[in-house]
Structures are given as C-alpha cells and as structure tokens.
C-alpha cells in the first residue's frame, strides 16, 4: 500500500479556482472555508481530473450532492437507509424527469456497512462498478461501532474500479475535548444536515488512518485535505476531507 500519511502535503490540482482554493487546502496551510458553496467545484474538480462518470453517493441524505453531479451530466446513484428520504428524492426526480440527466438517476436503499449487498440485491451493482464513491456529510462519523467503519470501508473499496477515488469526510468537532458533549459548532451542522449524532467519540485522523490500512483491499493513495471555519482561522479545521485513489 501507498499513501501519504495524515498531514502530507500535496499541491492542489491547477485546475481549481481561487474560492475553490480558499475552500479545501491542505491543512498545514490553515487557509479557510469562507464560502461553502465552494464545495461543488471543488468535487466537480477532484472527479473531473480523474475523467469519472458513474458515482455513487452513498448515505445521500436529502441528495444535495447528488443533484449537483446529476446536473453536471454524470452517472449517479443515490442510496439511503432512510425510506422517506428515498421517497422525497424519488418524487424530485419525477418532478424534474424532463430535465436532463435525471432520467438515469437511480435512486435505491441500502446502509453502509452492508452497501455492497444490498446493493446487488437491488440489481444496480455487483464488483467494481464505480468511478467514485461518496460518504459526506459527517455520516461516516456518526457510525457508532468501529467495526461498522471497517465494513463500510471495505464495501465502499470493493465498489470501485481501478483509478477509482473514495472521498469521505470526517467532522473534527464532534465533541468539546474532555466533555462527550457536543460544541455548538457541530451540534448545528448536525442540525442542519437533519440528523443526531449517533457518537459522541471523536474520530482522530489517527483513527482514520489505521481503519483505512485495514479495511481497504489492495493498494492506494491518500490524501488530505482540510476546511476551517472562518477566512481568519488559524486553529484546528473543524473537518476534514479524505481523497483516497484505488490502485
């Protein structure tokens, strides 16, 4: 296995624009998250380098980040384990089916330890199907039991093709050091993102790091990159963002 250990510093790819640059840096340079509608190019940009088409985004939530890539003209599949999340996407796509791109878009239930399973029983895929595999919006974190972490690692790998990239977030301020409790900051992104966290336990990028050499089958990269709060914020960045190509 290849990968570049957490802190690594890695260029940014020429191809980003400058709010796109000020989004996610590599977290040495302490750089900022002043405008998170940023967010999109930045995906559009990591996938569109490695020339990807069909995506899964797995534990879609209410699917902003399927909308965007299907607006983009890609390939996406949605999964969720939340059946009326399932059944709000499944009635925005009716409603936009004339639009392009939405016509293809597969939307379907599966959890994320089980992922590759239930998604062959759905019949949308068996093997490496996949250019990209998402996990956003802190759901990663909220998996309660590390063996739950394990499996959907290794789920989420064996998804993807050769040259594929895995891209999963991890939230560093699920609780106020010392407490369990949650800090304000985190208590409304979970808010915001219409779920409770499951843990209270902090996933260290040290953490992160050995459930990726044990969990992901066959070689890859990893690289790192980190979102702050404010244009001004020297501290830790409140989340981080791991972009990990299947070898």
Known sequence: ?????PGAIRAHPPCLSTPEKRLLLI???????????????????????????RILDAACGHGGDSLTLVEQG????????????????????????MQPGYDKWVITKARLPTL?????KEGVVVGPGFDTVLCLNNTFTMLQQEDDMRATISNMANLLKKGGVMIIDQSEEDT????????GDCAENFKNNNVKPA????????????????????????????????????GEPCKYYHVIDKM
């Not at 296995?1 to 250990?5: F, G, I, L, V, Y």
């Not at 590759?116 to 062959?120: C, M």
């Not at 902090?202 to 089958?217: A, D, P």
Request: one cysteine or more; a negative charge.
């Open 199 to 234: 843990s209270t336990r902090l996933l260290t990028l040290e953490r992160f790091e050995q459930l990726l050499k044990t969990s992901f089958g066959g070689g890859y990269t990893h690289s790192l990159y980190a979102q702050h709060k404010t244009a001004v914020d020297e």
């Open 116 to 120: 590759e399973a239930d998604l062959g």
């Open 74 to 97: 890609l390939d996406v599949v949605s999964c969720d384990c939340s059946d009326s999340v399932l059944n709000s996407l499944m009635a925005l796509r009716w409603k936009k089916r």
């Open 27 to 53: 977290m040495q340079v302490g750089q900022v998250d002043p405008e998170p509608s940023a967010r999109p190019g930045w995906l559009g940009a990591v996938l569109g380098e490695r020339s990807c088409k």
């Open 176 to 183: 106020e050091e010392g407490t369990g409790q949650l800090n």
């Open 1 to 5: 296995k290849q990968e570049t250990c």
